[in-house]
Every structure is written in structure tokens, then in C-alpha cells.
């Protein structure tokens, strides 16, 4: 039998590429995962989160695919990146922040308002039963039910539209998160969060001076928390009226 040398050397190479090529994915995975944990124990050393199980979310969910390709190296330095359409994702110690604030619960059903790349949502979805989210900009809410779709994030629910006046169809809510800055808490959303219930939210205007609150509604009543200064896109739509 004649061996063809040529062949086996043209495979060989061919088959040492694709290991060099899984070698050099996994190094590169490995390099953000240590970055992600990084990230995080920086958050932890500096007070920001305490909660095991917040800590344990932040670390898992892989926030460099919620980024454009453009700005993935920076996924995990604690700073803002933009998303597109004038829009970006929160830094990673305002979510951290803005999570635990919610003491959120395995059972919780919440209720986002803004949900840009889906970021907050998946860090949401693995502490609680449900995430549902709105998001005004229609290409960013698309792109982000895609891209948790294809994560496999099942429990988050993605709508495009004004978030001013939540989703009464999912309502009430144990907890909601606002990620965008109206220049008042929109009666709605109070209405839609249960009794007990927790909402984190910034309000401020535009360029302005903006505070973000964790609020509790007891009574039907709000007892309101400053949590921190804090700059935000603003919450466009309805709330701008």
C-alpha cells in the first residue's frame, strides 16, 4: 500500500491548527474569567456587595458578551460602556449596587425598566424566578431577547416599548429596577409593586443632579433610601410628557 505523505503532512497540519485554535479560545476564556473574578473581588473588598449569592451571580455571568466586540477589552474595568443608540451598560458596581439592593429572593418575580444589552437581567435571572424587562429602543430590545435567548437565559422576558407604565399583565411585582433616570418615581410602576416590595431607581434630570433610591412600600406608602449620586441615561417616552 502506498502512503500518500503529502496528505498526512497536509492533515497534520490542518489538525495542529485546530488544537492551537481551542487552545488559544480557552486561554482567552480563561483570561476573562479571571478577569470577571477580578472585577468582582473588587467589588466585594471594597464594600460595594457582600451577598454570597449576589457575588456568586456577578461572577458567572460573562458581561464582555453583552458588549460590543469594539470595547470587550473592557468589559471588566469598573467603568460604563456604550451599547449603541445613544444607550449604554451600567458599571459593573452600580449593578452589583442596584442587585443587592433588592435583597432579591429565588421566588421573586421582578419587573426591569431599561434593558439595554440585558446585562442587569441576566445577572437578575440567576437569583430569581422571573425577570421581565422593557426596553424603549426597539434594535436593543431585539438584539438583547436574541442574545439571552442564545445564553439560554429562559427566565427573562424581553418587550420593546415605554416602560413608564411597567406591564400590568405580569403585575404585581416583588421587586423593580429602573436603569434609566426619570425626573420622578412614575406612579405606575408604584402601583405595580406589591406590598412590602423593594424598587431601585435613579431620579434626576438630564445633566443634572441625580440620586438613586431604593424604595420600599409599606402601607401604600414610600419610605425612600439615598443609595448614591449616580448619572443616568434619562427615561425617555411618556415620562418626558
Partial sequence: MRINRTAFAIAGVVIAGIVVASLTRARAQDDYQAQREAMVNDLVARGVISDARVIAAMKQVQRHLFVPSSVQSA??????LPI????????????????????????DKVLEIGTGSGYQAAVLSKLVKHVYTIEIVEPLASSAKQRLQDLGYTNVTVKAGDGYQGWPKH????????????????????????????????????????????????????EKTELADVIFVPMTGEAQQ
Fill in 75 to 80: 468589559a471588566y474595568q469598573n467603568t460604563p
Fill in 84 to 107: 449603541g443608540h445613544g444607550q449604554t451598560i451600567s458599571a459593573p458596581d452600580i449593578v452589583a449596587m442596584m442587585t443587592e439592593a433588592l435583597k432579591p429572593k429565588a421566588t
Fill in 171 to 222: 403585575a404585581p411585582f416583588d421587586s423593580i429596577i429602573v436603569t434609566c433616570a426619570p425626573n420622578e418615581v412614575p406612579q405606575p410602576l408604584v402601583d405595580q409593586l406589591k406590598e412590602g416590595g423593594l424598587m431601585v431607581i435613579p431620579v434626576g434630570e438630564e445633566g443634572g443632579a441625580q440620586k438613586l433610591y431604593l424604595i420600599k412600600k409599606k402601607g401604600g406608602k414610600l
